[in-house]
């Protein structure tokens, strides 16, 4: 659960966004604080009064689907210079990108792999978002 910290007027209106869907507003997603039933990025926009304060994107990576659980996926290894490795036993992974903590897409990769390069990468904080036939999985990784 996402919690939006604003002090201000209790009118105030709010709108959460999914920043990795283009930010496309949330439908029913209007209240200070918000729960997703899927990993992601979001984000909220808080009005009061004809102004708008806008937080960025925030990570949910503890979200779960049983069904995408159990194909148990792993990202390694994790904090990396070099390569990165990924592997989801009981499901054949689609597509990987790796993408920066606001949602932006660095680089995609939609064929089979053995390693990833993240040398070419700054060093921080990344999320690799893995796609397979059971859903989306997205998980954090540090470039040292």
């Not at 002090?7 to 999914?18: I, K, M, R, S």
């Not at 949330?26 to 808080?46: C, K």
């Not at 390694?76 to 990108?97: G, M, T």
Request: charged letters at 15%.
């Amino acid at each position: 659960t996402l919690t939006a910290n604003y002090n201000g007027n209790p009118t105030a209106l709010y709108q959460w966004y999914d920043c990795l869907n283009g930010n496309a507003p949330i439908n029913g997603a209007n209240g200070p604080t918000y729960t997703s039933p899927n990993n992601g990025l979001f984000s909220v926009t808080v009005f009061d009064s004809g102004c708008e304060f806008s937080a960025p994107c925030e990570a949910v990576l503890s979200a779960s689907n049983e069904e995408f659980d159990n194909a148990i996926v792993r990202v390694y290894p994790n904090p990396s210079s070099e390569f990165i490795s990924v592997v989801a036993l009981n499901a054949s992974i689609e597509k990987v990108e790796i993408l920066s903590l606001s949602g932006q897409v660095i680089s995609t990769y939609d064929q089979s792999f053995d390693q990833i390069s993240v040398s070419h990468l700054s060093k921080g904080l990344y999320l690799v978002r893995l796609t397979t036939e059971k859903g989306s999985h997205i998980q954090k990784v540090v470039k040292d």
